[in-house]
């Protein structure tokens, strides 16, 4: 078996009836692993054998990994002993709109991967804690440079001076992995082992599902160049940092955002 065929081996995919985007409806399933076919091979993918198994225990954990994701830790008594696995659960649209991964403070992010007061004070440039109104009003920037800003509450990457953009850009080509890390792992004492992806389908009243280990999500999404976008964020291989926004303009729109298209992993199916 060689290497693809030992990663496809690990990743289950299929479309069941009905729908179960709702962590409880998964945990629910879970727990009825015994009648439900589709929980079944949710174990058998994560190399249980249903023979081997006496009881499954799934509870919905809230808090972990930051305060944006919910993961299912699933308890599994088998003829070898228990064994735990927690599940990073990510619900995807049809129109593969954007789910997001982790979302903090700069200052959070700085205490977090220590990069410098200067890569700190350009990335709340670039989500308006740092107001260009304010700079220019202490004649750090010119009313020129003021005028042209795209969005008057904050600058874009590509706006910000080359020097800016290529010390944003070294940091996280020097540090890729430790932030992918980061960011699907988190340091919690649940760390995710496997993601889940769900897609219901109301028209049809099905479910597409794909479950991958959580470092093969994290290999599959954190593939590819980090590079500044045409829209002014910064991707990393499939992962998007950006300034929140939203929230009716309180000031946590003014927060750092990673966000993925978690609709991307059923191409590894």
Known sequence: MD??????????SATAKGGFQ??????????????????????ETMDYKIKDIDYVKAIVLSGFKTDVQVQIKLIIH?????????????????????????KRWVDSYQELWRFSDSIAKSLKKFTGELSPMDLLNKKIISEQQYNNLRDKRRFFLDELSTEEQNEILEFFKENKILVITDLFKGRD?????????????????VTDWILTPINI?????????????????????????????????????????????????????
């Not at 590079?227 to 309180?250: C, E, F, P, W, Y």
Request: proline share 2%.
């Open 3 to 12: 290497d693809e065929e030992k990663r496809k081996a690990q990743i289950g």
């Open 78 to 102: 088998t003829s070898n002993g228990i064994c735990i696995e927690n599940l990073s659960i990510k619900k995807a649209n049809i129109n593969s709109d954007y789910n997001q991964l982790d």
């Open 189 to 205: 004492k649940f760390p995710p082992t496997y993601m889940m992806v769900t897609r219901y389908d109301n028209r049809n009243n």
């Open 217 to 269: 999500a994290m290999n599959f999404f954190g593939s590819g160049d980090i590079v500044i976008s045409k829209q002014g964020n910064l991707h990393i291989g499939k992962i998007t940092m950006q300034r929140k926004g939203g929230d009716a303009g309180r000031e946590t729109a003014q927060m750092l955002q990673f966000k993925i298209k978690p609709n991307l992993l059923f191409s590894l199916s």
């Open 22 to 43: 709702n962590e409880r409806d998964i945990a629910s399933k879970f727990n009825s692993w015994k009648s439900d076919l589709d929980a079944q091979t949710w174990l």
